[in-house]
T-cell receptor, first 112, second 116 residues
Framework: QKEVEQNSGPLSVPEGAIASLNCTYS??????FFWYRQYSGKSPELIMFIYSNGDKEDGRFTAQLNKASQYVSLLIRDSQPSDSATYLCAVKSTSGTYKYIFGTGTRLKVLA | SAVISQKPSRDICQRGTSLTIQCQVDSQVTMMFWYRQQPGQSLTLIATANQGSEATYESGFVIDKFPISRPNLTFSTLTVSNMSPEDSSIYLCSVVGSAGGSYGYTFGSGTRLTVV
């Protein structure tokens, strides 16, 4: 079992819709979770982080965390073509200071 | 958050040669991290570079192949030695930020390496 799993996609949504990106992780002791956006040919950019169970909202983005189910998700409301990118889920490892385990990413396509 | 200048942005190298990648941070940071991103793969940590001590390498990565220098708190280099086509990848340096309570990474712009 991979440590951090994401559906590779592509996930296609129409402009204005809600995009839902999902991630599961294997280390039950993990405490910190991150979402990065990576445009083609660019480096990853941090867009959301969440440490507590529940929802965390920032603009059009909402991160959801369920530690009991070892599940973290990212919702993008009112999706725009500019949101088309690969979204990487990362989990802070319980072994090693500031070591993060990344999923392979979900490619999102927002159709105009 | 920190700004990282990474160079070169891309290079095409002959097998058997070495390439040194540089990262310069605009603020002092204790730890810098070097990642590899192969096509269709997740980011894989190569090593953690602390100033004043030897780098800590992850399983599957060795100092002879990926020597790292960390001469001060704003600069680090990663060398990819004796390259083979399997080393073709994107190499990224990163630092941990603390803006807004986050301890996520800020990444450099990446080095796209092709070995022929």
């Amino acid at each position: 079992q991979k440590e951090v799993e994401q559906n590779s996609g592509p996930l296609s949504v129409p402009e204005g819709a809600i995009a839902s990106l999902n991630c599961t992780y294997s280390d039950r002791g993990s405490q910190s979770f991150f979402w990065y956006r990576q445009y083609s040919g660019k480096s990853p950019e941090l867009i959301m982080f969440i440490y507590s169970n529940g929802d965390k909202e920032d603009g059009r983005f909402t991160a959801q965390l369920n530690k009991a189910s070892q599940y973290v998700s990212l919702l993008i409301r009112d999706s725009q073509p500019s949101d088309s990118a690969t979204y990487l889920c990362a989990v802070k490892s319980t072994s090693g200071t500031y070591k993060y385990i990344f999923g392979t990413g979900t490619r999102l396509k927002v159709l105009a | 958050s920190a700004v990282i200048s990474q160079k070169p942005s891309r290079d095409i190298c002959q097998r058997g040669t070495s390439l040194t990648i540089q990262c310069q941070v605009d603020s002092q940071v204790t730890m810098m991290f070097w990642y590899r991103q192969q096509p269709g793969q997740s980011l894989t940590l190569i090593a953690t570079a602390n100033q004043g001590s030897e780098a800590t390498y992850e399983s599957g990565f060795v100092i002879d192949k990926f020597p790292i220098s960390r001469p001060n708190l704003t600069f680090s280099t990663l060398t990819v030695s004796n390259m083979s086509p399997e080393d073709s990848s994107i190499y990224l340096c990163s630092v941990v930020g603390s803006a807004g309570g986050s301890y996520g990474y800020t990444f450099g712009s990446g080095t796209r390496l092709t070995v022929v």
